[in-house]
């Protein structure tokens, strides 16, 4: 990993020392409820990377909180506390929806009296309808397939202490579910999880980032994502057999070796391209980088020093 000056590396046999509790308010079948179609993660991982993970945002919170008062005092005006606010970024397949699970549930536990709130940014991705309409059909994923407009106003919602609807998004149909929406009202914690939420959006002179309090890029070697992308499309197609109103029906029942090679060149024509262009970019904006070895492992953690 490139331009680490502004980071702590901290390997995993370090990170764990700095929570002793060794509290973890998760069983086993829990854990199973949270992680996502093929990814790997144990109670071993949860007390030894999120549990002090969990720690250092309740430290940030308190920090934060104290910041937000101190500027009051100096403005005049009444003290608020805006949502704390967490972005989670990294490539498709990486594990950012489990870590986002993960942290929403633990910090639920943690702390009982906030409501803690998570969505993804896949609800802002444009309509199919629309994607066709714009010749974005092949460029899904992509920072022009996504409504930046519609999602800044969102998070300026949110952090400004208005009710916000985000759109919700359904993997199987591969489309917005019409009418159906997420509503976020006045959360003492928002996660925020997706591939573009560290990217400065075209034709906007703002990043969904500023909104944000902490920003976790989760990472891992490219060979190893396109690995776990392609384990997890194969549990996608069994998952779709029995289901003929699933996006992905007519490949699970066909010929398994046509659907890997679609899937290798959605990988390469998009995935690739993605990821190198618009979302490995986007790494070093984080405050803390997860980086992953084989099996989903964390092996690594990079921490920004400057805060």
């Known amino acids: 990993m490139e331009n680490r000056l502004n980071y702590y590396q901290i390997p995993r046999e370090e990170w764990r020392l700095f929570y002793r509790d060794h509290y973890v308010p998760l069983s086993s079948q829990e854990l199973m409820r949270i992680k996502s179609l093929n990814d790997v993660i144990s109670l071993k991982d949860v007390e030894e990377i999120y549990m002090p993970l969990v720690h250092l945002l309740g430290m940030r919170m308190q920090s934060r909180n104290y910041a937000q008062g101190k500027l009051a005092d100096f403005l005049g005006i009444k003290r608020k506390k805006p949502p704390f606010i967490i972005g989670i970024a ?62 800044i106003n969102f998070i300026n919602d949110v952090k400004n202490g208005l009710p916000a609807k985000a759109p919700v998004y359904s993997h199987s149909v591969y489309d917005r579910i019409p009418g159906e929406y997420d509503v976020i009202d006045q959360p003492d914690i928002l996660i925020l999880e997706g591939i573009n939420v560290l990217q400065l959006p075209s034709n906007q002179q703002i990043y969904v980032s500023d909104f944000f309090d902490f920003s976790i890029y989760v990472d891992a070697a490219e060979p190893l994502i396109k690995k776990w992308y392609m384990e997890r499309f194969d549990l996608i197609l069994d998952k779709a057999k029995d289901k003929p109103e699933d996006y992905y029906h007519a490949y699970a029942i066909g010929d398994r070796d046509v659907a890997h090679k679609m899937a290798e060149d959605l990988w390469s024509d998009v995935n690739h391209k993605n990821l190198h262009s618009y979302i490995l970019p986007t790494r070093n904006r984080a405050d803390l980088i997860l980086n992953k070895g084989k099996n989903h492992l964390v092996d690594e953690l990079y921490l920004r020093k400057f805060v």
């Open 90 to 151: 990294g490539s498709v397949a990486v594990g950012k929806s489990t870590v986002a699970r993960l942290l929403r549930d633990l910090l639920i536990d943690i702390f009982p009296h906030n409501k803690i709130q998570q969505i993804t940014t896949d609800g802002f991705l444009y309509p199919a309808d629309e994607l066709k309409k714009r010749h974005l059909m092949k460029r899904k994923g992509f920072p022009e397939s996504y409504d930046m407009k519609a999602l």
